[in-house]
């Protein structure tokens, strides 16, 4: 007995993407641990995944990912567009120390943040929010870095009216020769940023799918809901919106560079992102799975190593 042999008929039937092919999915989650980091033929070869033996060797080496990609844009006295998420979050405080320590300013720099909470029309919380993401932003990486920080002109936030400016901001940017560079985490959904996977079936074409760069309001799959209630909100699923704004493949698709983040483990050898690291790594890219286009771009996913699996029962 297993989820493809007991579905048809459940409550479980029609809630996951009519797209998702489980037994494809099955034989992603199948492969040896050991196995994980062998490049396949769909992947860039300037791509690759790190493994990181605990979490908080991922904190450090994806903040060190991200202030060395600012230093380098800085010293090559270029323009650099960084695309943020929120979360994961403990990779900031390290990159903050780091531009610290190597005393970079980072007025080179221009943030544009993925995507935020909001009701159906696109509006979004107070900045002042605890729970907005520009709050968190504003709290873990722009003020902390006191006087090197990024311009508060040059801070994007994906409020209502500045989304739909992102692509054009950032088209004027790389016009002038700016780097651009996206930093994201997986969701359980396989999104990135907060692209959900029933969007694709909008899409007749892939090259179509690939041109959206934004969407006010956007509708999230229930498990991208219960995602955040548990890793954000202390499991009180009433305290998280069930819409958000987000960019689209139209814009990360665009990036030069991404710098990824998988950290999902819960304690007591649990975790809930271990499938959605394998989707992203060998399903293959596939419009109803946003993650699996990560690997034909330029750049590092940094994964915590217990996310390898093996991804089988343990009940004790």
């Known amino acids: 007995m297993d989820f493809m042999s007991t579905v048809k008929g459940s409550l479980l039937e029609g809630f996951y993407p009519e ?16 196995d994980i980091c062998k490049a396949q033929d769909f992947w860039n ?39 943020f998420p929120v979360g994961p979050m403990g990779m900031y405080q390290w990159a903050v120390y780091f531009l610290k320590e190597w005393k970079v300013p980072c007025a080179h720099v221009y943030g544009f943040n993925m995507d935020e909470w ?7 919380l107070s900045p ?30 994906a409020t209502k009216d500045n ?29 990135i940023a907060f692209w959900e996977p029933h969007f694709g079936r909008e899409f007749s074409t892939v090259e179509e799918w690939k041109q959206c760069p934004y969407r006010l309001g956007a509708k999230l799959h229930p498990l991208t809901i ?21 960019i689209g493949p ?6 030069d560079y991404m710098i990824g983040g998988a950290d999902g483990i819960l304690g ?8 959605s690291l394998w989707m992203t790594l060998r399903y293959g890219p596939d419009k109803a799975v946003a993650s699996s286009f990560i690997p034909t771009i330029p750049g590092k996913l940094f994964f915590v190593k217990e996310l390898a699996g093996p991804l089988t029962p343990d009940c004790h």
């Not at 007591?268 to 499938?275: C, F, L, T, V, Y």
């Open 19 to 34: 797209e998702w092919d489980f037994e494809k999915i099955d034989a992603c989650c199948s492969q040896p641990a050991e």
């Open 45 to 83: 070869p300037k791509f690759r995944p790190v493994f990181c033996e605990k979490l908080a060797d991922l904190e450090v080496m994806m903040g060190h990912e991200i202030a060395w990609t600012i230093k380098k844009a800085r010293d090559e006295e270029r323009k650099l567009i960084m695309v």
């Open 118 to 124: 909001s009701d159906g029309e696109g509006n979004t």
């Open 128 to 157: 002042s929010d605890p729970a907005a993401f520009q709050n968190a932003m504003e709290e873990h990486f722009y003020g902390p870095l006191g006087e090197l920080t990024v311009p508060k002109e040059q801070r994007n936030f």
């Open 163 to 191: 989304l739909p400016l992102y692509p054009e901001k950032i088209a004027a940017l790389k016009a002038e020769g700016a780097r651009m560079v996206t930093v994201y985490g997986i969701g359980r959904m396989c999104h």
């Open 226 to 246: 219960e995602q955040n209630a548990i890793t954000s909100f202390k499991s009180r699923t009433t305290l998280v919106s069930c819409r958000a704004n987000t």
């Open 250 to 255: 139209g814009i990360f698709l665009k990036s």
């Open 268 to 275: 007591r050898d649990m975790q809930w992102q271990g499938m």
